[in-house]
């Protein structure tokens, strides 16, 4: 499962760009994929790639640190599935709103996780 890690690092890493380089461009699409959607139907991805991340921990390094990053990828499908509508918008509405700065510390983040994947973890 060498190959899933190396694939999320590269997601990580290309999706970091995307938002540290074009922010505003970022914040339209996730407006355009997330406003007005139900949130339960696209939960599925956090919950997948949580599964994938826990069951690939083994092979790699750092097997605590990608256990911990699936398990975080788990509660956040598993929240999104099970809370209500009232609870879980909240959340997303804020990430719809926030600021382009907010847009980009999210892509220096993802970049980091994605390098550090790429040379310690993977």
């Known amino acids: 499962m060498r190959w899933f890690l190396f694939l999320m690092a ?3 890493t290309i999706a970091g760009i995307f938002l540290l380089v074009a922010a505003a461009k970022a914040k339209k699409l996730y407006n355009r994929l997330l406003k007005g959607k139900n949130l339960k139907t696209i939960s ?8 994938l991340l826990v069951y690939s921990a083994s092979s790699s390094d750092l097997p605590w640190f990608v256990n911990t990053i699936g398990l975080l990828a788990l509660a ?3 929240f999104f599935i099970f809370a209500s509508e009232k609870k879980a918008k909240p959340f997303v509405d804020w990430w719809l709103k926030a600021s ?7 892509g220096l983040v ?5 390098i550090f994947f790429f040379c310690r973890v993977a």
């Open 10 to 12: 590269g997601i990580w």
């Open 76 to 78: 956040k499908g598993l």
């Open 44 to 51: 599925f991805i956090p919950l997948i790639v949580g599964i």
């Open 100 to 106: 382009l700065g907010i847009y980009r510390l999210g």
């Open 110 to 114: 993802a970049i980091a996780l994605g």
